[in-house]
């Protein structure tokens, strides 16, 4: 079955603890992403990645690192989490075709105390 | 990306057809009307999109105006699992992935 996977799909870590959401698709899409969402502020992109060892910021990429080493892969990196990184995170991968859609994954939500 | 216009919320019966509407005045030629939905704090679900022509597949039908400036998704035969915020979404389709404006969306309630 097609799909992007996170992992964990839950966590509560402490200000400060180093942590990573890891992110895999089964697509072979080129494109992967990371958003966040937050209640009144919608989706809002954190990183990007247009292929293997190509990333980009986006809206919000302070306090976040991501790397792209596999296709598959596309790890969310919070080095020294803070509580305002309290959020429900979704990764998404696409194709780079001309109708590019965007395939999300279930979600993450982390609480960071 | 050209703004979307969407009404917050929207009531269905179930069984009957959804129609959800979306203004896009300001859209480019080339830009692709997009719709997506998110059953509350699930990953957002792509549903259709298209450029000119009406477009229709297993979830959804969309009815793009001969202008392009407003479009309407209609589900045929709502059921209370299409309960969630529809998004329209305008966008150029090639270029960079980055982000997808997703705005307030329309809140769809399927009623019993």
């Known amino acids: 079955e097609a799909q992007v996977t996170q992992n964990p799909r839950y966590l509560i870590t402490v200000t400060g603890k180093k942590l990573t959401v890891t992110c895999s698709q089964n697509?072979?899409?080129?494109?992967m992403s990371w958003y966040r969402q937050d209640p009144g502020l919608g989706l809002r992109q954190i990183y990007y990645?247009?292929?293997?060892?190509?990333?980009d910021k986006g809206d919000v990429p302070e306090g976040y690192k991501v790397s792209r080493k596999e296709k598959r892969n596309f790890p969310l990196i919070l080095e020294s989490p803070s509580p305002n990184q309290t959020s429900l995170y979704f990764c998404?991968?696409?194709?780079?075709?001309?109708?590019?859609?965007?395939?999300f994954g279930p979600g993450t939500r982390l609480l960071v105390l | 990306d050209a703004k979307t216009t969407q009404p917050p919320s929207m009531d269905c019966a179930e069984g009957r057809a959804a129609n959800l509407p979306c203004n896009h005045s300001?859209?480019?030629?080339?830009?692709?009307v997009y719709w997506y939905r998110q059953i509350h704090s699930q990953g957002p679900q792509y549903i259709i999109h298209?450029?000119?022509n009406n477009e229709t597949n297993e979830m959804a039908s969309l009815i793009i105006t001969e202008d392009r400036k407003s479009s309407t998704l209609i589900l045929p035969h709502a059921t209370l699992r299409d309960t969630a915020v529809y998004y329209c979404?305008?966008?150029?389709?090639?270029?960079?992935?980055?982000?997808?404006?997703f705005g307030s969306g329309t809140q769809l309630t399927v009623l019993p």
């Open positions: 998404a991968s696409s194709t780079s075709g001309r109708a590019r859609t965007q395939y």
């Open positions: 697509m072979n899409h080129e494109y």
């Open positions: 300001t859209i480019s030629g080339n830009e692709y």
């Open positions: 298209g450029l000119k």
């Open positions: 979404i305008v966008r150029v389709a090639a270029g960079s992935a980055r982000q997808l404006t």
């Open positions: 990645s247009m292929n293997v060892e190509v990333t």
